[in-house]
């Protein structure tokens, strides 16, 4: 299986943005579909966006909708998060996964070949 690896976490204050990547080391993301997930501390993991492989985006929460987008570069070597307006509640460890079935879904299950994650703090 490939490995994911994801960058750009950080600590940002409140109404901040940041923008995750998630590469998989010699292996193209360009015909996946690549979801998003955050762990909050004492949480489970739970899905906030996917990139499916003709490029469309989907967001899995209210909250989320309008602040977070996925997308993937021409090349297809890179995916990424762009986290805008952020928020205290947005803290955590954001992970990104390939798709077992290449189809979108909220369903963590569907998805393997995690990464380690990166860590995402909002905090004034």
């Known amino acids: 299986q490939s490995q994911l690896v994801e960058s750009g976490g950080g600590l940002v204050r409140p109404g901040g943005s940041l923008r995750l990547s998630c590469v998989a080391p010699?292996?193209?993301?360009?015909?996946?579909?690549i979801g998003w997930f955050r762990q909050a501390p004492g949480k489970e993991r739970e899905a906030v966006s996917c990139i499916d492989s003709s490029g469309d985006s989907t967001n899995y929460a209210d909250s989320e909708k309008g602040r977070f987008t996925s997308s993937r570069d021409s090349a297809g070597n890179t995916a990424y998060l762009q986290m805008n307006s952020l928020q205290p509640d947005d803290t955590g460890i954001y992970y990104c996964s390939l798709s077992r079935y290449n189809l979108c879904s909220n369903d963590v299950s569907n998805f393997n070949s995690w990464g380690r994650g990166t860590q995402v703090t909002v905090s004034s």
């Open positions: 010699g292996f193209t993301l360009r015909d996946s579909t």
